[in-house]
C-alpha cells in the first residue's frame, strides 16, 4: 500500500467529516449518524470494487481503505482518551457534584441493569454460556448522548438535564469496558457461569486505582506547566500527553481503569488548572482540545463504520431475530432505571425532577456508537475466544448499533416533537412576543434617526417606513392578543433574565482581564444555580440560591478545621482570598444591574415587576456588602491590597484600550503598539499574583478589638488566641442550642447574633460575648442563639474561659453589663461554686 493512497484515503476523511455536520443540519439527522451512513457507505463500496470485474482502477484505493489499520487498540488507546478527555475539560465540576447521584445511576447502575438484562435475555435465547451472554451485554450497554443533548441544547432544555447526561457519558464508558474486561477474561478461562457478584466487586477497585493515578499525573503535568508561563504552546503540548499517559499507566502499569485515570487528570486539570495557567494558555489549550475532539469523534465514527459490512459478514435471519431480543431487552433495561429507579432518588432529594416527556425523550436517544463497535472488534481480534462467540458478539453489536444510529437516531427529533419539547410553553410565547414588540418600537426610532443623518431619500424612507410600521402592528397586536402574564410569572421571567445578565457581566471581567478563569468559574457556577433554582421555584428560588451562594461551603467548613485543629493555615487561607475577592467581584458586578433593570426589565414587564426586581437585587447586595464588611473587619490591610489591586487592573485595560485605539486611528505603528502593550502584559503579570493573607497574625490582632480584653500582656492574649477557635457561620444557623449543657462561650467577631432568653429577643453584635452565664450558673441553657447575618465567631471552652474570668476584671465587668441587660443579677462566689442568676 503506497504511503500516496493512505494520504489520499485521510484527505477524503477529513473532507467528509467537514461536509457531515453542515448535512446532518440540512437533514435534521444526528451528526453521529451522517457519519455511521458515510462509514458504512464507504466499507461497503471499497468491498465492492474489489469484487466487481467492471474496473480495477480504483482497486488501490479500495485496498488502502480496506487495508488501514483499524483495531480496537487504535480506538480505545488513541481515539478514546481524546474524547474523554476534552469532555472533562468542559464540564462544570461543582455542579456534577450537586447530581452526583442521578450521574452515578444512569452511568454505572444503567450500564451494570443493561448487562443483566441483554445478557440473561440472549442466555434464553441462545445456546452460549453465561459468560459470553454477559459480554455481550457489557459491549451494548454503554451509550453515546451527544445527540440527545444535542437536541436538548436546541430546544432549550433544563441546563441541568444536559449535564446529568453529559455527566453519564464520562463515566458510562468506563464501568461498560471495566465488565468488558472481567467478563471476557472469563469466557477466554472457560468459565461458563461466572460470579456476577464476584465481578462487581473488583469495580470498586478499578476505579478507585485509576482515580487516584489520574489525579497524581495531572498534578505532575500542572507543576510542569506552571514554569512555562509565557509558552502556552508547551503547556498545551503537556495537556496532550496527560491522557494518554493516565491511560497507559493505568491499563498497562497499574492494572486499573483506564479510562477512569482520564477522567479523574482531566477533571483535576478542568479544576486547578484556571487557577495555575493564565487564562491565555488555558483558553488556547480549551480551544485546541475542541478540535482534537471533534476530530477524533468524527473518525471513530467513519472507521468503526467502515468495519460494518465486515462485522455482518453472513448474517442469518436467526441473527436479525438475536438483533430484536437485544434490543427489546436494552430499551427495557434503560426505561426501568428511568421510570423505576430515578422517581426514586427524586423522591429522595437526590435528583431534580425529571417529566415523563424528557425521561422518553433520554429513553429514545440512548444510542450506541464507536465504543461498542470497538469492543465487538476487540472480541473478533482474540483467537482465543470460541468462534461462534466471536461471530455472534460482532453481529449482534453492529446490528444492534445500527438499529440507534438509524433506526433511534433517525427518529429522535420526530419523537421529541411528538412528546412536544419543541414547542414553547404559553408563557414562553406570549413574553416572546411582548419582546419582539419592545424590540421593534426600539428599531424604529433607531432607524428614523439613522435615516435623518444619512439624508437617504424620502420616499424609499417613506415606503420602508409603511413595511415596517405594518410589520411593529402586527407585534403589538400578537402582544395585546396574547395569554396575560401574571405578576408571578414576570417576576421569575424577571429574574431568570437579570441573572443571565449577571452571567454576561463576569464574562465580559473575564474578557477583560478583571478577574482571574478560576475565581470567573467559581462565580459563573454560582450564578447558573441561580438561573436554575430561579426556573425551578421563582422568587423563592432565587432567594434561597443566592444565600446559598454567599454562605459558607463545606470546603470552607473543612478547612476551617484544619486550621482550628491542627494548626494548617494554608487551605483557610486561600479559602477566604478566594472568598474576598469573590465578594469584592459580586459587590461591583450586582451594582451594574441596576442599570440592567431600568434599561431593559422595566420596558418589557413593567414598573411594578422592575421595582420588586430593584428590591430583591437590593437585599441581596446588602447581605453580599455585610458579608465583605466582616471580612474587612478581620482583614483590613488584605482589603485595601484587593482593592488597590482591582483599580491597577482597571487602569491597565483602560491604557490598553487607549494604545489599541490610537493604533487602529492609525497615530501609532504595529511595532510601537507591540511595545506598548507588552509593557502593560508585564506590569498586568505582576498584578495576577495575589496579596498574601495571613490568617494567624489578623486572629490574633482580632482578639484585641474586643473591650473587654484590653489590660492583658501579649504573652497572655497570644495563649488566648491558640485556645479560641474560629468558627463562620450563616444567616439562619443555630449557634447556641436550647437545653444543651454549656461548653463554651462566643465572641462576636463581625456580624449579628439573636439571642433569645424566656420569650425575650437581644440583638448583639461585633465585640459581644453569649454563653458565658451558661458556663458561670452550671446550668442548662435556657437561651437559644441565631446568626441574623454571616457571623465570624470565636470559641473560648469553659476552662479557658473561667481562667480568664477570674484573671480579667473588664471580662468580668462585661459579664455583669450583659446580665444586666438581659435584667439578670449575678451572684459570684469567691471559690470554684457555681455563681447564681436571679432576675
Not at 158 to 185: C, K, V, W, Y
Not at 590 to 597: E, G, N, P, S
Request: aromatic share 6%.
Amino acid at each position: 500500500m503506497l504511503i500516496v493512497h493512505v494520504t489520499a484515503v485521510l484527505a477524503a476523511l477529513f473532507l467528509l467529516i467537514g461536509l457531515a455536520e453542515p448535512l446532518a443540519e440540512r437533514l435534521r439527522l444526528p451528526y453521529t449518524v451522517i457519519l455511521a451512513l458515510f462509514g458504512s457507505a464507504i466499507g461497503a463500496g471499497a468491498a465492492w470494487f474489489l469484487a466487481t470485474p467492471l474496473t480495477d482502477a480504483l482497486n488501490p484505493v479500495a485496498e488502502a481503505i480496506l487495508g488501514l489499520p483499524i483495531r480496537s487498540n487504535v480506538f480505545l488507546y488513541l481515539f478514546l482518551p481524546t474524547l474523554i478527555f476534552q469532555v472533562t475539560l468542559g464540564v462544570n465540576l461543582r455542579r456534577m457534584l450537586d447530581d452526583w447521584a442521578p450521574i452515578m445511576l444512569l452511568a454505572v447502575v444503567a450500564v451494570v441493569v443493561a448487562t443483566v438484562f441483554v445478557g440473561y435475555a440472549l442466555s434464553w435465547a441462545t445456546a452460549l454460556p453465561l459468560a459470553a451472554c454477559l459480554l455481550i451485554g457489557a459491549i451494548v450497554s454503554t451509550t453515546d448522548p451527544s445527540a440527545v443533548v444535542g437536541i436538548f441544547r436546541s430546544i432549550a432544555a433544563p441546563r441541568r438535564l444536559s449535564r446529568i447526561i453529559e455527566g453519564e457519558s464520562l463515566l458510562n464508558d468506563a464501568a461498560a469496558i471495566a465488565l468488558f474486561g472481567l467478563f471476557i477474561s472469563f469466557v477466554i478461562a472457560g468459565l461458563p457461569d461466572p460470579s456476577l457478584l464476584s465481578a462487581l466487586g473488583r469495580l470498586p477497585g478499578l476505579f478507585l486505582g485509576g482515580a487516584v493515578l489520574g489525579w497524581a499525573l495531572a498534578l505532575a503535568a500542572l507543576w510542569l506547566m506552571r514554569p512555562m508561563a509565557g509558552r502556552p504552546l508547551a503547556q498545551v503540548s503537556i495537556s496532550v500527553a496527560l491522557p494518554y499517559l493516565s491511560y497507559l499507566a493505568a491499563e498497562q502499569v497499574a492494572g486499573a481503569s483506564g479510562v477512569i485515570a482520564v477522567v479523574a487528570s482531566g477533571l483535576t486539570l478542568n479544576l486547578l488548572g484556571p487557577g495555575r495557567l493564565p487564562p491565555a494558555a488555558w483558553t488556547m489549550l480549551r480551544e485546541t482540545w475542541n478540535l482534537l475532539a471533534h476530530w477524533a469523534g468524527a473518525l471513530i465514527f467513519l472507521l468503526a463504520a467502515i468495519l460494518i459490512p465486515r462485522l455482518l459478514g453472513g448474517l442469518t435471519w436467526a441473527d436479525v431475530g438475536l438483533i430484536l431480543v437485544v434490543v427489546l431487552a436494552a430499551i427495557a433495561a434503560r426505561a426501568a432505571v428511568l421510570f423505576g429507579l430515578l422517581p426514586l432518588l427524586t423522591v429522595a432529594r437526590l435528583s431534580p425532577p425529571v417529566s415523563i416527556p424528557y425521561r422518553s425523550a433520554i429513553l429514545w436517544g440512548g444510542l450506541r456508537g464507536a465504543v461498542t463497535l470497538a469492543l465487538a472488534l476487540a472480541v473478533t481480534e482474540n483467537v482465543a475466544a470460541p468462534p461462534e462467540v466471536r461471530r455472534l458478539t460482532g453481529v449482534l453489536a453492529t446490528g444492534f448499533t445500527l438499529f440507534t444510529l438509524i433506526v433511534q437516531g433517525g427518529s429522535l427529533r420526530w419523537v421529541i416533537a411528538r412528546l412536544g419539547l419543541d414547542r414553547l410553553s404559553p408563557l414562553d410565547t406570549a413574553l416572546a412576543n411582548q419582546v419582539v414588540a419592545v424590540a421593534l418600537q426600539e428599531v424604529r426610532e433607531d432607524m428614523a434617526k439613522t435615516t435623518e443623518e444619512y439624508g437617504l431619500s424620502r420616499e424609499i424612507v417613506r415606503s420602508e417606513a409603511k413595511a415596517f410600521g405594518e410589520r411593529l402592528e402586527s407585534a403589538v397586536g400578537a402582544a395585546e392578543d396574547g395569554a396575560e402574564i401574571l405578576d408571578r410569572d414576570r417576576v421569575t421571567l424577571g429574574l431568570i433574565a437579570m441573572a443571565s445578565a449577571e452571567r454576561d457581566l463576569i464574562l465580559e471581567r473575564f474578557r477583560e482581564r478583571a478577574i482571574s478563569s478560576r475565581l470567573a468559574d467559581r462565580i459563573i457556577t454560582d450564578t447558573d444555580s441561580l438561573i436554575e433554582q430561579t426556573r425551578v421555584s421563582g422568587r423563592f428560588g432565587y432567594n434561597r440560591a443566592a444565600r446559598r451562594n454567599l454562605g459558607y461551603g463545606r470546603l470552607f467548613r473543612i478547612c476551617v478545621f484544619l486550621y482550628n485543629r491542627l494548626r494548617v493555615s494554608l487551605p483557610l487561607r486561600i479559602a477566604v482570598a478566594d472568598r474576598f475577592e469573590a465578594l469584592l467581584t459580586q459587590r461591583l458586578i450586582l451594582r451594574d444591574l441596576d442599570r440592567f433593570i431600568a434599561q431593559r426589565i422595566l420596558r418589557i414587564h413593567g414598573r411594578r415587576v422592575a421595582d420588586i426586581l430593584t428590591e430583591l437585587l437590593a437585599n441581596r447586595t446588602e447581605d453580599v456588602e455585610r458579608a465583605l464588611d466582616g471580612l474587612k473587619l478581620q482583614f483590613p490591610d488584605y482589603a485595601e491590597e484587593l482593592e488597590r489591586r482591582f483599580i491597577r487592573r482597571t487602569a491597565l485595560r483602560l491604557e490598553e484600550r487607549e494604545y489599541d485605539a490610537f493604533r487602529e486611528d492609525g497615530l501609532i505603528g504595529a511595532e510601537l503598539h507591540g511595545a506598548l502593550t507588552r509593557a502593560v502584559e508585564a506590569q498586568r503579570k505582576a498584578l495576577d499574583r495575589r496579596p498574601r493573607l495571613d490568617v494567624a497574625v489578623r486572629s490574633a490582632d482580632l482578639i484585641r478589638q474586643f473591650p473587654f480584653f484590653e489590660g492583658l500582656d501579649d504573652r497572655v492574649l497570644r495563649r488566648l488566641d491558640r485556645t479560641m477557635k474560629t468558627r463562620f457561620v450563616g444567616p439562619g444557623d443555630v449557634i447556641m442550642h436550647h437545653d444543651r449543657p454549656p461548653k463554651c462561650v462566643f465572641f462576636i467577631a463581625s456580624g449579628a447574633v439573636e439571642v433569645e432568653t424566656l420569650g425575650q429577643t437581644h440583638l448583639l453584635g461585633g465585640g459581644e460575648m453569649f454563653g458565658q452565664i451558661g458556663i458561670l450558673t452550671k446550668r442548662p441553657r435556657r437561651s437559644e442563639a441565631r446568626a441574623v447575618t454571616h457571623v465570624t465567631l470565636r470559641e473560648l471552652d469553659e476552662a479557658g474561659f473561667l481562667r480568664l474570668f477570674r484573671r480579667s476584671d473588664a471580662v468580668r465587668a462585661a459579664v455583669m453589663a450583659a446580665a444586666a441587660k438581659r435584667g439578670l443579677t449575678l451572684e459570684i462566689p469567691d471559690d470554684d461554686a457555681p455563681a447564681k442568676a436571679a432576675s
